[in-house]
């Protein structure tokens, strides 16, 4: 209770230079984000052909030396790693709060993801998926608490510097994932694999020096533990979580032991984890005897919006793996002579928001002047109609690359334009409306409930294909792309019942 009356005396923003006009610790938060998500794009940009390559599924004349997997499988792993990021996203913020702090968090955090790269440059399928856990897990600790830090240095919510540092901020997140599927991507598809995970582990390496040597600019808020763990809760948890990894460790010893092993022994347990752990989460909180009535009625509205979320990420996510694979494989790889890597259109996204962003802000603005800019539940119903928008579109070119026809590069920067347009109309609303939405003792949690969407969109994903579901083709890119319809559809048909349940939200 001490620390937390303490945080809340603390000066919020360090005095003295400034960066764009914010506190100074903005400089350095901005570069860590930075260089983190240059090595994690990079990294995901690599992600689904180094996994195929040396396979059949890969592309002709492709470069050996990857792990031979199925597309299927490759998907399959591609979707539970992106799953597992946003799922530790919650726990992350618990040890922030309750066990290190927020900057002590990212620091750790820092050297985890740095040293997952190193372990996914060591060539063998071993330190492979050894290299994917600890990014996995260092990249959830740190995205659940790197944004807590941002707020940390204004002086609370009704600082007019505020929403301006965290678009500076997001500027941040893009301009890193823009460049590196350009560099990692490039140099490690194209040339050797193991030096495009090197450079994403020196791109985090860049974050962490950076973080470390500027962190004497950030607020002291970020230092402190809001709600300490008392000695009998460590205790308890230690215990506990010593006797969950001791099972694990005996079931797969002995799984192992007996020869029965293969990959699907851990991708069926996290991929079923993913859509359990949301489904428990959100039930513990709504069924929570003490929210209030306003409480209650504002988390049943809140599973619409999860829902519709889940479905829009299960479709936006194959970015990095159906639609990568068929870059490789069907989409001419030049223009005008000028040829490129197929890991150049990961880039697309990125430098559509950056482009997009300002646009939309503006657009929102200049309809809620006039009383007609559309309220959450519209726009959220127009995302997942342009989602699935973007894979009808999909079908054409799969149609005409059917007879060995490499199709324009112009029809995915179609698609990813359409999804892009789908994100900026649901991405930037679904998190304000998670904070608006979320009971007063879930506060500093729903953050993490709304990245359980994520999960749960691209554990979904995986369960099709380890059903052995081909996300190749075009039936089933056809009905994922009639669900989003529907789906949006729905919550646009629900609206009025839906803006009832969420009371004095708009």
Same mark, same amino acid.
């Given at each position: 209770?001490?620390?937390?009356?303490?945080?809340?005396?603390?000066? *919020?923003?360090? !005095?003295?230079?400034?960066?764009?006009?914010?506190?100074?610790?903005?400089?350095?938060?901005?570069?860590?984000?930075?260089?983190?998500?240059?090595?994690?794009?990079?990294?995901?940009?690599?992600?689904?052909?180094?996994?195929?390559?040396?396979?059949?599924?890969?592309?002709?004349?492709?470069?050996?030396?990857?792990?031979?997997?199925?597309?299927?499988?490759?998907?399959?792993?591609?979707?539970?790693?992106?799953?597992?990021?946003?799922?530790?996203?919650?726990?992350?913020?618990?040890? @922030?709060?309750?066990?290190?702090?927020?900057?002590?968090?990212?620091?750790?955090?820092?050297?985890?993801?740095?040293?997952?790269?190193?372990?996914?440059?060591?060539?063998? $399928?071993?330190?492979?998926?050894?290299?994917?856990?600890?990014?996995?897990?260092?990249?959830?600790?740190?995205?659940?608490?790197? $944004?807590?830090?941002?707020?940390?240095?204004?002086?609370?919510?009704?600082?007019?510097?505020?929403?301006?540092?965290?678009?500076?901020?997001?500027?941040?997140?893009?301009?890193?994932?823009?460049?590196?599927?350009?560099?990692?991507?490039?140099?490690?598809?194209?040339?050797?694999?193991?030096?495009?995970?090197?450079?994403?582990?020196?791109?985090?390496?860049?974050?962490?020096?950076?973080?470390?040597?500027?962190?004497?600019?950030?607020?002291?808020?970020?230092?402190?533990?809001?709600?300490?763990?008392?000695?009998?809760?460590?205790?308890?948890?230690?215990?506990?979580?010593?006797?969950?990894?001791?099972?694990?460790?005996?079931?797969?010893?002995?799984?192992?032991?007996?020869?029965?092993?293969?990959?699907?022994?851990?991708?069926?347990?996290?991929?079923?984890?993913?859509?359990?752990?949301?489904?428990?989460?959100?039930?513990?909180?709504?069924?929570?005897?003490?929210?209030?009535?306003?409480?209650?009625?504002?988390?049943?509205?809140?599973?619409?919006?999860?829902?519709?979320?889940?479905?829009?990420?299960?479709?936006?996510?194959?970015?990095?793996?159906?639609?990568?694979?068929?870059?490789?494989?069907?989409?001419?790889?030049?223009?005008?002579?000028?040829?490129?890597?197929?890991?150049?259109?990961?880039?697309?996204?990125?430098?559509?928001?950056?482009?997009?962003?300002?646009?939309?802000?503006?657009?929102?603005?200049?309809?809620?002047?006039?009383?007609?800019?559309?309220?959450?539940?519209?726009?959220?119903?127009?995302?997942?109609?342009?989602?699935?928008?973007?894979?009808?579109?999909?079908?054409?070119?799969?149609?005409?690359?059917?007879?060995?026809?490499?199709? !324009?590069?112009?029809?995915?920067? *179609?698609?990813?334009?359409?999804?892009?347009?789908?994100?900026?109309?649901?991405?930037?609303?679904?998190?304000?409306?998670?904070?608006?939405?979320?009971?007063?003792?879930?506060?500093?949690?729903?953050?993490?409930?709304?990245?359980?969407?994520?999960?749960?969109?691209?554990?979904?994903?995986?369960?099709? *294909?380890?059903?052995?579901?081909?996300?190749? @083709?075009?039936?089933?890119?056809?009905?994922?792309?009639?669900?989003?319809?529907?789906?949006?559809?729905?919550?646009?048909?629900?609206?009025?019942?839906?803006?009832?349940?969420?009371?004095?939200?708009?």
């Amino acid at each position: 209770m001490a620390s937390t009356t303490r945080a809340a005396d603390l000066t *919020s923003a360090p !005095s003295g230079k400034t960066f764009l006009g914010h506190p100074r610790g903005l400089a350095t938060l901005f570069m860590t984000e930075m260089w983190e998500r240059f090595s994690y794009y990079g990294m995901r940009a690599l992600l689904i052909y180094y996994l195929v390559s040396g396979g059949a599924d890969a592309a002709v004349g492709s470069q050996g030396g990857g792990l031979a997997k199925s597309a299927a499988l490759a998907t399959a792993v591609y979707s539970v790693y992106v799953s597992m990021v946003y799922l530790m996203a919650y726990p992350g913020g618990w040890f @922030g709060d309750r066990v290190w702090g927020a900057r002590k968090t990212v620091a750790i955090a820092g050297f985890v993801i740095m040293s997952g790269h190193i372990a996914l440059a060591v060539p063998g $399928s071993a330190a492979f998926f050894v290299g994917l856990f600890l990014v996995a897990i260092g990249s959830g600790l740190l995205k659940a608490n790197i $944004s807590t830090m941002v707020g940390h240095l204004y002086n609370g919510p009704d600082d007019p510097r505020r929403d301006g540092g965290f678009t500076v901020f997001y500027m941040s997140i893009n301009l890193g994932a823009f460049a590196a599927p350009f560099i990692i991507g490039t140099i490690g598809k194209e040339y050797n694999w193991h030096l495009g995970f090197g450079l994403a582990a020196v791109g985090m390496a860049f974050g962490l020096v950076q973080f470390l040597l500027g962190s004497r600019h950030l607020s002291a808020r970020s230092s402190v533990v809001p709600n300490p763990l008392k000695p009998e809760e460590t205790k308890r948890l230690l215990v506990k979580g010593g006797l969950i990894v001791l099972a694990i460790a005996v079931f797969y010893g002995v799984v192992a032991g007996l020869g029965f092993y293969t990959l699907n022994w851990a991708l069926v347990p996290l991929t079923i984890a993913g859509l359990l752990i949301p489904v428990i989460v959100l039930t513990r909180i709504k069924r929570d005897k003490d929210l209030t009535v306003g409480e209650q009625s504002k988390m049943s509205a809140y599973i619409w919006f999860f829902v519709a979320a889940a479905v829009f990420w299960m479709i936006y996510d194959q970015g990095g793996s159906t639609l990568s694979l068929f870059a490789d494989k069907k989409t001419a790889d030049s223009v005008f002579g000028f040829g490129f890597s197929a890991t150049w259109y990961q880039s697309l996204n990125p430098l559509f928001v950056m482009a997009l962003a300002p646009v939309f802000a503006f657009l929102w603005l200049w309809l809620s002047r006039r009383n007609k800019e559309p309220n959450t539940i519209v726009k959220f119903s127009i995302g997942l109609a342009l989602i699935g928008a973007s894979f009808f579109v999909f079908i054409l070119p799969m149609t005409m690359a059917d007879g060995g026809t490499k199709v !324009s590069p112009l029809w995915l920067v *179609s698609i990813y334009l359409i999804q892009t347009v789908g994100e900026l109309c649901l991405s930037p609303v679904g998190l304000s409306v998670t904070t608006k939405m979320a009971p007063q003792k879930y506060a500093s949690q729903m953050m993490g409930v709304w990245f359980l969407a994520v999960t749960a969109g691209d554990c979904t994903t995986s369960l099709l *294909s380890l059903a052995g579901v081909n996300l190749d @083709g075009t039936t089933i890119i056809a009905v994922q792309a009639a669900l989003a319809v529907l789906a949006g559809f729905a919550v646009y048909t629900y609206r009025k019942k839906v803006q009832a349940l969420m009371g004095d939200v708009h």
